[in-house]
């Protein structure tokens, strides 16, 4: 049985800082050199800038649309998903990834957090938010300071997570 590749989104603002824009397509090329399929929202700012990151090093992209039509995506989009669901397309997103990567970001993003969250799927933050529980308690989204940083810190948590099922699963094959 071959292993299937991780599945990494990226996510962040429309509209984007030219740092972000430039972190965003370090975080891509380095998602693709990883072997990792990019998922993000298709359209433009930090989505569009991975993707291109993530095409010139020869990676896979997805793009889950909000709208009725291919035509919003961004020209580095490899796979468009025409939802028609408008924000909602957020919780594809999460559901559809194994990690977040988040790259600055409005409350779109703010709300794909959450959905992490709550799914435990894991967060790396670059310029993005960070949050206090109901209980001031701060919540998990690892805020990492470089694109490579990124992409490394989610690598390694996935590997750890797919050790930890090996191993359970031989346990089981076993015992």
């Known amino acids: 049985m071959t292993e299937r590749k991780y599945i990494i989104a990226v996510i962040g603002g429309a509209e984007c800082t030219p740092s972000e824009e430039m972190q965003a397509a370090m975080v891509g090329r380095m ?6 399929t990019l998922i993000c929202g298709g359209r433009g700012g930090v989505m569009e800038a991975a993707c291109g990151g993530a095409r010139a090093g020869g990676g896979l992209t997805v793009g889950v649309l909000p709208g009725n039509t291919r035509d919003e995506a961004n020209p580095y989009v490899d796979v468009p998903i025409v939802t028609g669901m408008g924000d909602a ?38 310029s993005t938010w960070s949050a206090a529980g109901a209980r001031q308690d701060e919540l998990p989204i690892i ?27 031989s346990e089981i094959i076993e015992g």
């Open 31 to 36: 998602v693709a050199v990883h072997g990792a």
């Open 89 to 126: 397309r957020n919780a594809i997103i999460i559901n559809s990834a194994d990690a977040v990567i988040a790259v600055g970001g409005g409350y779109g993003t703010l709300s794909e957090i959450a959905f992490a969250l709550k799914r435990d799927v894991p967060v790396v933050g670059l």
């Open 143 to 169: 805020q990492v300071g470089s694109a490579e940083e990124a992409v490394k810190t989610v690598i390694a948590m996935l590997e750890s997570k797919a050790g930890e099922v090996s191993s359970s699963e």
